[in-house]
């Protein structure tokens, strides 16, 4: 008598494909800050406070059923089958670049970078045709505290909230801001500089046309600027 037999998924997935897979810290904005880049962002924040990290873009943002589908699917990459970015209308830049862009998230994994960063992972994310903005919390602790857990049994928060509040980059209409907090790691002004220049890889410095930027904030370092 032949039966079938299926995997189960442990919990210790997320380290495997978080932590332990993203090797530093700069590696772990990198991949942020990338699928930013592929959600057609113009404008990129990064800001630094002493026990918080937030990475702010005016993309495409995702809709409830994107966070469902795509953003909780462990390895799934809409990128990869092709149909993330048939839902947007390139213009000429785009086009002429598009032979040179790198997919971060091509793998599916690039969104347990945060757990490289913090504990805490808060996103709120908004699509153009939208009023409302979905927000998710994530505590990858939940996942290391029993390994016998079924993966896809630990549960994340999701609320809808009014989005009268809420400021993308450029006071865009539609975008995704990640707020990482519980940060396993200091960030000091040499760490900063290291930081810029893992990013200004992003940046083609070659291109008439400015249409991708990064911009780090850090008050406590514009104050010790300031002195």
Not at 51 to 62: E, V
Request: overall charge positive; some cysteine.
């Amino acid at each position: 008598m032949s039966n079938q037999l299926e995997f189960k998924v442990s919990s210790g997935l997320k380290n495997i494909i978080g932590k332990d897979l993203i090797t530093d810290d700069f590696i772990a904005v990198f991949e942020l800050v990338k699928n930013s880049y592929d959600a057609h962002a113009s404008n990129i924040e990064i800001t630094i406070e002493k026990n918080k990290i937030i990475i702010a873009d005016d993309g495409k943002g995702m809709s409830l059923e994107d966070i469902k589908n795509k953003w909780l699917f462990v390895a799934y990459s809409a990128k990869k089958d092709n149909t993330e970015d048939k839902k947007i209308d390139r213009n000429l830049y785009r086009d002429k670049i598009q032979e040179r862009r790198h997919y971060a998230g091509a793998k599916g994994i690039g969104r347990f970078s945060s757990d490289r960063l913090g504990r805490y992972l808060l996103i709120k994310t908004k699509q153009a045709s939208s009023e409302t903005t979905e927000v998710v919390r994530v505590d990858w602790s939940k996942f290391e505290e029993n390994q016998s857990r079924i993966f896809n049994t630990i549960k994340v928060d999701h609320t809808t909230v009014n989005s009268s509040n809420i400021v993308f980059p450029n006071h865009s209409n539609r975008g995704t801001i990640l707020e990482i907090t519980g940060l396993h790691s200091k960030w000091g002004r040499e760490k900063l500089k290291k930081l810029k220049h893992s990013l200004e890889k992003l940046i083609n410095p070659f291109s008439e046309i400015n249409e991708f930027s990064i911009r780090i904030v850090c008050e406590r370092e514009l104050e010790e600027d300031l002195r």
